[in-house]
C-alpha cells in the first residue's frame, strides 16, 4: 500500500470508528458519496457527507473494523473486516434483516477513489462481492 492510501485507508478506519474530525481531514472538500443507486441518500460536500455519516451513526450505526483491497494506486474498497470464524458480512449478497444482532452492522462495501492524497469519491454497494464486480 503506498503512503497516500495507506494515509487514506487510516482515515476510513476513523470512519468506521466513529472519528469524523479525521474522517474531514481526508476528504476533498467537493467530496462525493454515493449510493449504488442513485437516490436521497447521494451527498456532495465534505460537509454533507459527513453530516449524513454523524446521523448514520447517532441512528445507530455500530463501530466496526474495516478491511481494505487496493486495487490500485487511487482506488481501494473499504468493507467490514470480520472474524474468520464468524458469517463474512461482506461476502454476503442476502442479508438476514430479522438478526437483531447484526441490525446495526454495516455489511456493505465501499469503493474510494483518491486523487492527490485525499478521497474523492465514495460509491456504496450492498457488499464487498457487489463493489469488486462493479470495478471489474
Known sequence: MTSESAAVAAGLQAWADGDFARLAEILHPDVKLLASEAGPWDCHGRDVVIGLLAQRRAEGRQ???????????????????????TDHV???????????????????????????????????????????????
Open 63 to 85: 463501530p466496526f473494523e474495516v478491511h481494505i483491497d487496493e486495487i490500485d494506486d487511487s482506488t481501494l474498497v473499504i468493507s467490514p473486516a470480520q472474524d474468520d470464524a
Open 90 to 136: 461482506h461476502d454476503r449478497e442476502d442479508h438476514d434483516h430479522e438478526d437483531h444482532d447484526h441490525e446495526h452492522r454495516y455489511a456493505g462495501a465501499t469503493v474510494v477513489t483518491i486523487r492527490d492524497g485525499v478521497v474523492v469519491l465514495m460509491r456504496q454497494y450492498p457488499s464487498r462481492r457487489a463493489a469488486l464486480a462493479a470495478i471489474g
